[in-house]
């Protein structure tokens, strides 16, 4: 994996670069659909090469479970069996094993928990994880870390960070292939955490480094707080990630604020229940004040369901729970997503970042 930062704005930390991987390559910032299970849920892969998706997540937990690596492994790795040819990025399943409570287990060794498919017992150490990550052939591969939850104290997550930091040490120690690491910084919302875990995880010569644990409940200003305090750490020509971030406002105030990559399953699963990101702000289609609109869901859109399809229909098919209006709103939700990526990448690259945030949120209303 090669890293190219191309341009920065002056009047902020906001960045447009380029990352190439043996897929291709892929322009940043960058919004990446979120492929859990080896497809981006209530979408086709056609879908997300006709809008132009350079990357998309999987995950490591999730497909190590089901359908299991044997399975993947005949079948060629992640790309073939998927059918998607561009860039994959696999997250490590340390989110998933600690959101597991109750049902697992943490050693200095690594994490001990149950599958929710069978209860059936699994071991994730740092090493295990890389091992899964190398089967699956992803481009990009995530290190094992310690999510915490929110809120926690500050002694858990200092125990966490200190994990997270030996986990990361060993992951790289085991690491084997072309495929790129991540670092993942943790800390909680305590910014000398934060700074400590962004200095000990780029201490270690990763290809890129996220930022972990965040979105997981705290406001909005604590969370931007927490990117400011880690920033300054992160090294500039390396690509940085804020892994689980992703609706409309964040990418504005995120991309601001110095990050790259998003990922976010918010814009699919609520499209799944009738809401819609729109140039003017959400919009909640299944309301009954939209049974007779027949306008387009949004009139600068250029999408599939925008192009073809009402508020009203879209409606229709939401309440009488058919699944091509779930199709729709999803397909519609991602193009916005994708889309607002290069609109911001292409702001900054003109220099025009701040001027076209004011100019969007003129008009949007979360």
């Known amino acids: 994996m090669e890293f190219k930062l191309t341009h920065k704005d002056k009047k902020t930390k906001a960045r447009a670069g380029l990352l190439t991987t043996a897929h291709g390559a892929v322009e940043t910032p960058v919004y990446m659909p979120v492929g859990t299970q080896g497809t981006v849920k209530g979408a086709l892969m056609r879908d997300m090469y006709e809008m132009d998706s350079k990357v998309i997540l999987g995950n490591t937990y999730h497909l190590y479970l089901r359908p299991g690596l044997?399975?993947?492994?005949?079948?060629?790795?992640?790309?073939?069996?998927?059918?998607?040819?561009?860039t994959i990025l696999t997250d490590s399943g340390g989110f998933q094993v600690f959101s597991l409570k109750g049902f697992r287990k943490i050693t200095e060794d690594g994490a001990i928990f149950r599958s929710y498919l069978d209860g059936s017992e699994h071991v994730f150490t740092p090493e295990k994880v890389i091992e899964i990550q190398n089967v699956l052939g992803s481009d990009i591969m995530m290190v094992f870390d310690e999510c915490v939850p929110f809120p926690c104290d500050k002694d858990y997550a200092t125990d966490a960070l200190t994990r997270t930091t030996k986990w990361a040490k060993r992951a790289r120690a085991a690491y084997r292939g072309e495929q790129a690491m991540f670092g993942i910084i943790q800390g909680s919302v305590y910014p000398d955490l934060r700074k400590r875990s962004a200095e000990e995880i780029t201490?270690?010569?990763?290809?890129?480094?996220?930022?972990?644990g965040l979105s997981v409940g705290e406001t909005k200003p604590l969370m931007t707080e927490m990117i400011d305090a880690v920033e300054p750490f992160m090294p500039e020509n390396k690509p940085r990630y804020l892994m689980g971030v992703g609706t409309p406002e964040d990418l504005w105030e995120c991309i601001e604020r110095g990050m790259d990559m998003f990922d976010c399953v918010f814009p699919t699963r609520v499209a799944r229940n009738g809401l819609l990101f729109t140039s003017t702000g959400r919009?909640?289609?299944?309301?009954?004040?939209?049974?007779?609109?027949?306008?387009?869901?949004?009139?600068?859109?250029?999408?599939?369901?925008?192009?073809?399809?009402?508020?009203?229909?879209?409606?229709?098919?939401?309440?009488?729970?058919?699944?091509?209006?779930?199709?729709?709103?999803?397909?519609?939700?991602?193009?916005?997503m994708i889309k607002l990526a290069t609109r911001i990448r292409n702001a900054v690259i003109n220099g025009v970042f701040s001027e076209e945030k004011e100019a969007f949120f003129r008009k949007y209303n979360a």
């Open 283 to 336: 919009l909640v289609v299944r309301n009954a004040e939209y049974s007779n609109d027949f306008t387009t869901p949004d009139a600068e859109c250029d999408c599939y369901t925008c192009k073809n399809f009402t508020r009203a229909y879209l409606r229709h098919l939401i309440k009488v729970h058919e699944l091509s209006g779930m199709y729709l709103n999803t397909l519609h939700n991602l193009h916005f």
């Open 203 to 212: 201490s270690i010569d990763f290809e890129g480094y996220a930022i972990g």
């Open 70 to 86: 044997d399975v993947i492994k005949g079948a060629g790795g992640l790309h073939k069996f998927s059918g998607w040819n561009r």
